[in-house]
């Protein structure tokens, strides 16, 4: 039996399909987007853990609690929307280390063949190229990521050694560095995927990529998915961590629907909102 949610705003309540709810809705508002347009995601707990430190070691990671395959399946929707994903430096050393959640989207299951197929039929690449974030630069790519087909480049606003440049170049990646004290500000983010002709960047990684992206106006839209479970802790992250912003940003909610099964015993709500 396919699964459903309720829609509960807009109004009117309706039973809709999980699957297809975020692929076939417009991503883009408005008109076809002529400059970038920037989303970004995360499942999270009722009291906002989004990843928990995990034993041995304390690494953090999203908890099993809140992973499930429903919210999963609209995390690879979004996905399919995407010209180029941002992740993080931190991303490639948890793959690494074999702590990190899932290869990038879009996922090899067949499960998620129509979104390939989906991409195809809109002139899309089969996966979306990759933006890694990262001040160090200290991680290596695995030969699975770099056979994928994606562009693949890392923005840094450090000044690498010329031989970890060449490194990279050598395995086909580019490095992109921007002025600043390690952290790429924002909006060099925004202008430099412009300038590459990417148009709908989604963002993958974690709470100081959001605060980079959102400290500089760059997020146009979050899909949050809130796990009903409480689940406490010392040790864990929030969708977005930084300096206090100036003035806080408001966003609108446009979309929301209640999946009363998954995960059972406590069911979830997903919701997307909009900049303003
Ligand atoms: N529940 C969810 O939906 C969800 C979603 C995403 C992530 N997560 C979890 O959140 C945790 C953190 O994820 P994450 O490491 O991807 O996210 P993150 O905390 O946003 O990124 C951290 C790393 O990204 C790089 N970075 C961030 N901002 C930068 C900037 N402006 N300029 C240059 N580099 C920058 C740095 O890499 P270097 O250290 O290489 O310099 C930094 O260590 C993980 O446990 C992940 O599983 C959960």
Redesign the pocket.
């Known amino acids: 039996m396919p699964s459903s949610l309720l829609r509960l705003y807009p109004q009117p309540f309706a039973t809709v399909p999980l699957k297809g709810l975020y692929l076939d809705a417009p991503l883009v508002p408005s008109k076809p987007a002529r400059r970038l347009f920037v989303y970004g ?4 707990s009722l009291d906002g853990r ?2 928990i430190a995990q034993p041995p070691d304390g ?4 908890p099993n609690t ?2 499930n395959p429903h919210d999963w399946r609209l ?1 690879q929707e979004l996905a399919g929307h995407a010209d180029v994903l941002v ?8 793959l690494a280390a074999g702590q ?2 899932d290869s990038l989207p879009i996922g090899s299951a067949n499960a998620f063949a129509d979104i390939r197929r989906w991409r195809r039929r809109n002139g899309l690449k089969a996966q979306p190229d990759v933006v ?8 290596s790519l695995p030969q699975t990521l770099l056979q994928e087909g994606r562009a693949i480049s890392v ?3 450090n000044t690498p050694s010329r031989e970890r440049i060449t490194e990279l170049a050598a395995q086909g990646v580019s490095v992109e560095c921007f002025v ?1 004290g ?5 909006k060099d ?1 925004a202008a430099r995927l412009t300038a590459l002709g990417y148009r709908r960047a989604y963002c ?9 992206l959102v400290s500089a106006g760059c997020l146009d839209t979050l899909f949050l ?1 809130t796990v009903h479970r409480l689940l406490g802790g010392t040790d864990f ?1 929030t ?1 977005m ?1 930084g300096a206090l912003l100036d003035t806080p940003l408001d966003y609108r909610l446009r979309w929301l629907y209640y999946d009363a099964a998954n995960p059972a015993g406590a069911g979830q709500i997903f919701a997307r909102y909009d900049g303003s």
């Open positions: 995601n995360f499942v999270m989004i990843a690494h953090q990671a999203v809140t992973a995390f992740s993080s430096g931190r991303y490639l050393r948890d990190a959640q890694f974030l990262s001040e160090d630069l200290d991680f923005f840094t606003a600043g390690g952290r790429v500000d924002g983010i993958v990684a974690g709470p100081q990529v959001l605060h980079t998915t992250s969708i961590q």
